[in-house]
């Protein structure tokens, strides 16, 4: 058995993904190179994939790496495996000029765990409940939902939007291409508001039960956005919409800074008179690198449309 098969083996053990899950990711996301592996008598029983990508960071563009897929065999768990790989990750990342490392935990109890490793909650949420009244019947005047030709356009505007924030996880063209392939794996739907040719509006929604889950809404106005939402409620006869915010009211993602260098100037052009010396960061400890450098006053960075 080949490595990748054995790690196939092993996500297969650890997670609860579907077969066609499995069977996009090895064959669209997955790279021999980003793949971190340990072995226990010539046996893989601890990986974890490093997956590119870059932040808009205070208006500039930042490579940063996804962890992702971290797994331990359960016959190997409690050994400190988990942490030893990071360890090699962060040296790996370091070598190769990543500005930081980011995660979302799986389970609650993860965040400790993570955080022993040097992780800070960094990508926070508002979670918001819409309900409506009662399922909206008839289609909505300038909302389409997304077809194949729509897909760039789609990807360009989000992007856009993305850029207008202080700190946020960029998504590239193939990336972009695999979530938006897995929202509808998972029977999902996007839709878009277009004006005079122009997109101001793009929403994925994916009906989970009885509600309806935003994965990623973003419109130029709150008018804008509250159509969209009203046609996938009607597409999908949903009157209960679950979707996120930026904010930090509910804790979602983790970050440890690799390269504090990369990302302290253009932090402390934005400090508003209180700029630092240039070498400041050096004093800080891992946790303040990313508390100071991640940690906004509202919103601690966003991330959406992740494979989490």
Not at 83 to 106: D, M, N, Y
Not at 129 to 138: A, G, I, R, W, Y
Not at 266 to 295: C, F, I, M
Request: proline residues 5%; aromatic residues 12%; glycine residues 6%.
């Amino acid at each position: 058995m080949n490595r990748k098969e054995q790690i196939i083996q092993l996500w297969r053990c650890c997670f609860e993904d579907s077969e066609d899950f499995i069977r996009r990711f090895f064959s669209q996301v997955y790279r021999e190179e980003n793949a971190l592996t340990l072995e226990h008598d010539g046996q893989i029983v601890c990986a974890m994939q490093l997956l590119p990508y870059t932040i808009s960071y205070y208006g500039q563009t930042i490579p940063a790496t996804y962890i992702y897929g971290v797994c331990t065999h359960p016959d190997y768990r409690r050994r400190g495996y988990m942490h030893q790989l990071l360890e090699t990750a962060f040296v790996r990342l370091k070598e190769q000029g990543s500005g930081l490392a980011f995660l979302i935990p799986a389970h609650d109890w993860l965040f400790d765990c993570y955080r022993k490793s040097g992780f800070t909650e960094a990508f926070g949420c508002t979670c918001r409940t819409l309900s409506l009244p009662e399922v909206p019947l008839s289609p909505v005047a300038g909302v389409e939902e997304v077809k194949e030709t729509d897909i760039p356009a789609c990807w360009d505007y989000l992007t856009r939007k993305w850029k207008e924030m202080p700190v946020a996880v960029l998504h590239s063209w193939p990336d972009f291409q695999f979530v938006f392939r897995d929202v509808e794996a998972g029977g999902g739907k996007s839709f878009l508001y277009r004006k005079a040719g122009k997109v101001e509006g793009v929403l994925m929604a994916v009906p989970v039960e009885e509600k309806l889950f935003l994965p990623e809404l973003q419109a130029d106005t709150e008018q804008v956005g509250d159509v969209l939402i009203t046609a996938a409620a009607s597409a999908f006869q949903r009157k209960e919409v679950n979707y996120r915010l930026p904010g930090k009211t509910a804790r979602y993602g983790m970050a440890r800074v690799i390269s504090p260098e990369l990302l302290f100037p253009y932090w402390n052009e934005k400090q508003a008179g209180h700029s630092l010396p240039a070498d400041t960061w050096k004093s800080w400890s891992a946790e303040e690198q990313t508390v100071r450098l991640l940690d906004g006053t509202e919103s601690s960075g966003y991330m959406s449309l992740m494979m989490d």
